[in-house]
């Protein structure tokens, strides 16, 4: 109605989890300040091949952008190199390709976060201890950025000794094998760092199956708000630190409809974070429930305006029919 073209943008996932669920959310938020804009929000469920599927499928359906977060680096680049080449404006968020070949990026540091909790860790441990690392998925950005800045930070602790780094698949699933594996080669570090919090809680389930949870502190990334989620591990004391892995939908949003319309944008853009520890997580959940009442507030209130923009149409046909009879 108000004569503007809507904008489609094809969302490709590479997962399906809480912390991809809450950037979807956010996603779906944003679209509500735009009435312009329709999102088509997939999942790859961890898959590279259905991955490359749904980014094809997004081309024969001619999106206007995509915004995506490839599963492992060197399988799905050609196919989000495929769509940037036919003209598609292509946003890359949290995970990166091998190539250039992308509109613009949207994510945090991971080697910086990687770094921090390497620096975190040797703190801790004053300078000398053991440690050992669980790695997300392997071929995927923030896996190999991660190790790049945990391993640089610890090197310069002479006293710090990193006893395996093992790749895991961002599951919790994985964090618990890996671990228990460890555990039963008789390594059992000060420290073990999870590269995601769902990791670090497998680790800790496997220490606690061992009766090691007591010796080993467990550090993740992610930290999210909720039931379950990471803030809630720290303050409960099953993880000694996470670190915030920002979702912010908005922003992503936000990066997607500058390109779409011609404005000027920020082509690699890096969010800012934070360590939680148990100094602050008691704080973050309070800020946290706070922002999940009120996005709540706005989901409540945007279905009550679509519900009263439906009657109004509706009466609207029915007083044009009363006039035309
Ligand atoms: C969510 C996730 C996070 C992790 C990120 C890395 O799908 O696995 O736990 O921090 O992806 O890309």
Not at 78 to 104: E, N
Not at 238 to 252: K, M, N
Not at 253 to 260: F, H, K, T, V, W
Request: with cysteine.
């Amino acid at each position: 109605t108000s004569g503007k073209k809507t904008y489609v943008i094809g969302v490709s996932q590479c997962s399906e989890d809480s912390w991809r669920m809450k950037l979807n959310d956010e996603l779906r938020d944003a679209t509500y300040l735009h009435d312009n804009v329709e999102l088509h929000v997939v999942s790859a469920d961890d898959n590279d091949k259905h991955q490359i599927r749904q980014i094809n499928a997004f081309m024969k359906e001619d999106v206007d952008l995509l915004i995506v977060s490839p599963n492992q680096m060197n399988t799905v680049t050609p196919a989000i190199d495929r769509a940037y080449d036919s003209g598609i404006p292509v946003v890359l968020f949290d995970r990166k390709t091998d190539s250039g070949k992308y509109t613009a990026f949207v994510g945090a540091d991971n080697e910086k976060i990687g770094r921090t909790i390497g620096e975190y860790i040797a703190t801790r441990l004053g300078g000398k201890g053991t440690v050992v690392e669980i790695r997300g998925l392997e071929g995927s950005s923030p896996a190999i950025e991660r190790h790049k800045g945990f391993v640089s930070a610890i090197r310069k602790y002479p006293g710090i000794r990193l006893l395996a780094s093992e790749s895991g698949t961002w599951l919790q699933q994985s964090g618990d094998s890996v671990a228990a594996k460890m555990f039963a080669r008789g390594i059992v570090p000060d420290y073990v760092f999870g590269q995601n919090d769902r990791m670090a809680h497998g680790a800790w389930l496997a220490a606690r199956r061992c009766g090691l949870e007591g010796r080993i502190r467990f550090v993740g990334i992610d930290a999210l708000p909720g039931e379950g989620g990471g803030i809630e591990l720290v303050r409960d004391g099953v993880l000694d630190a996470s670190y915030i892995y920002p979702t912010r939908g908005d922003i992503v949003m936000q990066q997607a409809l500058s390109i779409l319309e011609g404005r000027p944008y920020e082509r690699d853009l890096y969010m800012k974070a934070a360590l939680v520890t148990k100094d602050n997580a008691e704080t973050m959940l309070m800020q946290a429930e706070e922002m999940s009442h009120i996005s709540d507030q706005l989901e409540k209130l945007h279905r009550r305006v679509d519900f009263f923009f439906t009657q109004y149409s509706h009466q609207k046909v029915y007083f044009l029919l009363c006039a035309i009879i």
